[in-house]
């Protein structure tokens, strides 16, 4: 299948020098740097659930908590 994709100069340099030191044609040495990436590309990393734990602050008793000078 043709498609199009914009490859940064550096990684078309290397994957020149590579098919010319390989005798391999150009797309065949694309193919298989794309295949050997993918690979070791994994899927979204699992999120474990955030969990946090309660901690009495200490409120001064006679303070209320609707009025946050009295917080002080």
Same mark, same amino acid.
């Given at each position: ?21 390989? @005798? ?22 699992? @999120? @474990? ?13 006679? @303070? ?9």
């Amino acid at each position: 299948m043709r498609t199009t994709i914009n490859i940064e100069d550096d990684v078309l340099q290397r994957a020149k020098a590579v098919a010319a030191k390989s @005798r391999t044609p150009f797309r065949e040495v694309i193919n298989e740097a794309l295949r050997a990436g993918l690979t070791g590309v994994k899927g979204p990393a699992r @999120r @474990r659930p955030y969990h946090t734990q309660p901690h009495k602050m200490g409120l001064r008793s006679g @303070r209320n908590l609707d009025n946050i000078s009295d917080i002080s």
